[in-house]
Nanobody, 121 residues
């Protein structure tokens, strides 16, 4: 069992930055892939980024060059640094976990409650 708690969401203007954090707890967290998945109002959930226990990173095309995912295994924390934010990035951002293999989808087993990110135009 893995427990996940997000923090760091908020309201920002177009072009601004936000940093989301995910605090993970449970058994052998380092063995899990940690991902960020978002859901905008009226839309389906979509994969944003993921990081393996070894630190390999994966991104959706629409965030490459703007978002950076990082992992602090000692503190069981995964961060998502979001730069050059756009109104279309407005969504509820979920931290999620799964075992290998890495998937660039929303097929994760454990989920946090979500953190709201709102980008104003």
């Amino acid at each position: 069992q893995v427990q996940l708690v997000e923090s760091g969401g908020g309201l920002v203007q177009t072009g601004g930055s936000l940093r989301l954090s995910c605090a993970a707890s449970g058994r052998t967290v380092n063995n899990y892939i940690i991902g960020w998945i978002r859901q905008a109002p009226g839309k389906e959930r979509e994969f944003v980024a993921a990081i393996s226990g070894a630190g390999n990173t994966y991104y959706a095309d629409f965030v490459k060059g703007r978002f950076t995912i990082s992992r602090d295994n000692a503190n069981n924390t995964v961060n998502l640094q979001m730069n050059s934010l756009r109104p279309e990035d407005t969504a509820l951002y979920y931290c999620a976990a799964r075992r290998l293999p890495v998937v660039l989808s929303t097929a994760y087993d454990y989920w946090g409650q979500g953190a709201q990110v709102t980008v104003s135009s």
